[in-house]
Every structure is written in C-alpha cells, then in structure tokens.
Nanobody
Framework: QVQLVESGGGLVQAGGSLRLSCAAS????????MGWFRQAPGKEREFVAA???????NYAESVKGRFTISRDNAKNTVYLQMNSLKPEDTAVYHC????????????????WGQGTQVTVSS
C-alpha cells in the first residue's frame, strides 16, 4: 500500500518559516521524483516544487528564493523548507511522488498525500 504522510503544517505569521515533511512508504521502487503542490480556496492547484531522484530541482516562480525542497532518499522523505512566508502562501500543501525518476521539470505526481494546511497570517 502506497502511503505518503505529511506533517509540519500550521499557522504562522507573515515573514515566518515552516518546514513540511512527507514520509513515503510502499512506493514501487526507489528511484522516483518527489514534489509539492498547493491549492488555495477558490484557486486552481498549483505546482510548488519538485526534486528528482538525481537531485535536480524545480520551483514555481512565486516561491523561488524562499522555498527549498530537499529529500533523504534513504528515508524516503521529502521536505519543503518555507521561509519568508506570505499570506498568499496560504493553502493546502500536498506531497506527491512521481514514478519517473527525472521529472523535476515535468512533475505531475502519481501518488499523493492527504495534504496539510498552511495558513500565513498578515
């Protein structure tokens, strides 16, 4: 059973930081790309960041320079360090795994986590 378990969401003030974690288990194989999407109320799901098995990263322009995606392949865990948070970052953040190992620039996601709420107050 594939399972992606997210943690780290919460309420923070603008300018603050938060780190999201996503622990994956039961994935078919080990060489997969992982990333994050987010969806704010009334808005379309938005790509946030992705990291390939080999380490290549890709970020949405709206978060570039503020967010950093990293992963521990041995632990099958991906992280999203979010700094200088803005109210517009408020959304439900979903972790996803892509079966293609080098999909940082074409990340779609084949398996999804339940999502964790990030709320940034102004």
């Amino acid at each position: 059973q594939v399972q992606l378990v997210e943690s780290g969401g919460g309420l923070v003030q603008a300018g603050g930081s938060l780190r999201l974690s996503c622990a994956a288990s039961g994935l078919p194989g080990s060489r997969y790309s992982m990333g994050w999407f987010r969806q704010a109320p009334g808005k379309e799901r938005e790509f946030v960041a992705a990291r390939s098995w080999g380490g290549s990263t890709n970020y949405a322009e709206s978060v570039k320079g503020r967010f950093t995606i990293s992963r521990d392949n041995a632990k099958n865990t991906v992280y999203l360090q979010m700094n200088s948070l803005k109210p517009e970052d408020t959304a439900v953040y979903h972790c996803a795994a892509d079966k293609r190992p080098y999909a940082s620039t074409s990340f779609q996601g084949d398996y999804w986590g339940q999502g964790t709420q990030v709320t940034v107050s102004s």
